[in-house]
């Protein structure tokens, strides 16, 4: 029963949240500010099934990295929302498609759509909460933390490099292909599915590493499935390819997710 009540209390809170942000894009038009509350959504989650069953030390240990990890990605959404000073591109071409029937469409489409999703991928968040054992797989914890800060500092640095080539290009189609970029071309999101699957070590770790807990590892396997199918790689390439005349060199030189040395 109590697991059931924190589940409940942290859907709840997930609904309430998008819900909330969609009430107040409804007089506006720009619903880019959905992007910096991915993060904090999970920290959200946590807290709501933290105040419901409590925490262990293990536990701890995955909620610290959690609200490190999403609380930074927050300000760094804002951040690029505000520099764009517009709706993001995405969201422009569905608006332009749904026209007047847009508002309403983006509450079930985009909204609610991400709700779930979130609900879905914090599946380490639920594992290591919920199925907490008191006593934890202590080398799995380190382990996990291990991935996380690797995957963590991966994702800062690719964007701290592709803020600082951003703001020093001589043109707007330039290519970025150096430090990170030059051994994957999409280093940002391998550094997040990284530091996901270090999530769910540590969810897996948490829970006493038996065999149920081997579901923590679904948020991280739909997480890197959706950065490399629909909403990362798949999505950017076409549009980076038609804007950047140099961008097909660079294919051919780096692979678009998984890094390995330039050649």
Known sequence: MTTTLALLAAALATLALFIGLWAVTRKGDDVSIIDAFWGPGFVLVALAEVAVVGATLATLVLIGCLTLWGMRLGFHMN?????????????????????????????????????????????????????????PAWPLVALGSTVFAAGFAIEVAADAQLARFKRERARPDAVLDTGLWAWSRHPNYFGEAMLQWGFGLLAFAAAGATPWALVAFAGPAIMTYLLINISGVAMLEPMLRAAKPAYAAYVERVPAFWPRPPR
Do not use: C, N
């Not at 929302?81 to 498609?97: D, F, I, N, Q």
């Not at 991400?114 to 594992?127: D, E, K, R, S």
């Open 79 to 135: 951040s690029k929302h505000r520099l764009r000073g517009g709706e993001a591109p995405r969201y422009r071409a569905m608006r332009e498609v749904r026209g007047a029937s847009f508002t309403a469409w983006s509450l079930t489409h985009v909204f609610l759509l991400q709700a779930a999703v979130l609900l879905l991928v914090a599946a380490p968040v639920h594992i290591g909460i919920l199925g907490a054992d008191e006593a």
